[in-house]
């Protein structure tokens, strides 16, 4: 029935056959959105949403949650939204992350659990890490004194904002060795082929998210059309599935080009918003 349903706006939205509301592209409390996936559920059905996915940073904790409580109620499809680590695109000449959209897989599939965990581990040790050196310089700071302004995940950005209110004549130089852990974090995040194969090997699909935005060192960045078809064309090797072509930020002209590029490349195309539930970033569904 998820196998179905997941392809089913594809089918419509390909045939032009009618509309539908769907949101494939959720974050909740479990990373860095600021609701609970039980209050989700009720704003969805509000919305007269008709299938949605909970896709959730580097976590696939929220997925029994999201199918319990939405039993009966609303179509669900499991899903993730992977960090990956930065890859060169020899093409482009650019290094920066993807991120990687999972859906319709068995989150209990043993590689992609302990994958998983293993990355959290590893984050969560750098960040006690940088905690330790700052103490260590006269800035003493502990991870868990420190505000997360997203959800639950901690970044490098809220280590560098408590810092400043904390300490307002901290140097530069302490500000540097907080960036400097950017590409420390970054190692820590599975490479675009890693989790892809996860995804896979899960039973799932692959859908690289938000095509024409990638990050570098976490910091959001703009492909041109040109270089999003470049990278494109780099990623498919790889057996990627499907690109996210509607998405709140996306223009209908760009909308349309971006699922021109699924028929051509006999991908799948989605529609998600993104939701985190914070102003700015609280479109709750996807008319398609």
Not at 198 to 216: N, S, T
Not at 220 to 246: N, R, S, W
Request: proline share 3%; charged share 25%.
């Amino acid at each position: 029935p998820a196998t179905s349903c997941f392809y089913k706006f594809y089918q419509y939205r390909k045939k032009g056959i009618f509309k539908m509301k769907v949101n494939c592209h959720i974050h909740s409390l479990h990373s860095d959105g600021i609701y609970e996936i039980e209050e989700i559920i009720p704003m969805l059905m509000q919305e007269q949403v008709e299938v949605f996915s909970i896709t959730d940073h580097d976590t696939v904790s929220g997925i029994h949650i999201a199918r319990e409580s939405s039993k009966d109620k609303i179509q669900f499809i499991s899903g993730i939204e992977f960090t990956c680590r930065e890859l060169e695109i020899p093409s482009v000449r650019k290094t920066f992350s993807i991120h990687l959209l999972g859906y319709n897989f068995d989150e209990t599939t043993p590689s992609l659990v302990n994958a998983l965990k293993f990355r959290k581990q590893t984050a969560d040790g750098l960040f006690q890490e940088l905690c330790k050196e700052l103490t260590a310089f006269g800035y003493a700071v502990s991870k868990e004194e420190i505000p997360i302004s997203c959800g639950n995940v901690l970044q490098l950005c809220d280590i560098k904002n408590y810092i400043r209110l904390k300490y307002p004549t901290a140097g530069s130089h302490v500000f540097d060795h907080i960036d400097s852990y950017s590409a420390k974090l970054n190692r820590t995040n599975l490479s675009f082929s890693q989790a892809l194969s996860l995804i896979h090997d899960a039973g799932g699909k692959a859908v690289w998210a938000h095509p024409f935005y990638v990050y570098k060192d976490f910091e959001k960045m703009q492909l041109t059309h040109q270089e999003v078809l470049a990278t494109l064309e780099y990623l498919i090797p790889f057996h990627l599935d499907g690109i996210e072509a509607f998405y709140p930020a996306f223009d209908n002209k760009t909308q349309t080009w971006l699922v021109e590029l699924t028929r051509k490349y006999n991908l799948l195309f989605t529609a998600g918003s993104d939701f985190h539930g914070s102003k700015g970033r609280d479109l709750l569904s996807m008319e398609i």
